[in-house]
């Protein structure tokens, strides 16, 4: 299911938060991305995007890997501010092994506006 940004408004407080501290990761990292995500009890976990030469992962990667070194059993959303219109297989995949398909990922550009919804 796609959500385009004219309904952003709907986004609850809770995804609203997750969103602005990707933003906030990706501006004070001066990274290509920034992801955040939200565990089963609340707790979000907070990334940029790693590009050493011998690592490189996509914020929403490490925003999980993350989450699993914190002992978090599953997720409830998840958030991404990028400059790209929608997010790689690969990152949504490490989100639907932990939080399962029905896991939301917000897609949001670097000013915040929601672009998309998409499923895990």
């Known amino acids: 299911m796609l959500i385009r940004m ?8 809770e995804d609203r938060k997750i969103v602005t501290l990707a933003r906030s990761a990706r501006a004070r990292n001066s990274v290509a991305e920034g ?7 609340g707790r979000t976990y907070v990334a940029g995007t790693v590009d050493l030469d011998s690592l490189k992962l996509s ?3 490490t925003a999980v890997a993350m989450a ?3 002992g ?9 501010v990028t400059d790209a219109e929608t ?5 949504r995949a490490a989100v ?7 896991t939301p990922v ?3 550009a670097p000013g915040g506006t929601l672009r998309a919804t998409l499923p895990a």
């Open 6 to 13: 004219s309904d952003a408004a709907q986004l609850d407080p």
């Open 96 to 102: 639907r092994d932990l939080g399962g398909a029905g």
């Open 106 to 108: 917000l897609v949001a």
């Open 59 to 61: 914020a929403l990667r």
């Open 68 to 70: 699993v070194a914190s």
């Open 72 to 80: 978090a059993k599953s997720l409830e959303a998840a958030a991404v």
């Open 35 to 41: 992801a955040a995500v939200r565990d089963e009890t």
């Open 87 to 91: 997010v790689a297989e690969e990152d």
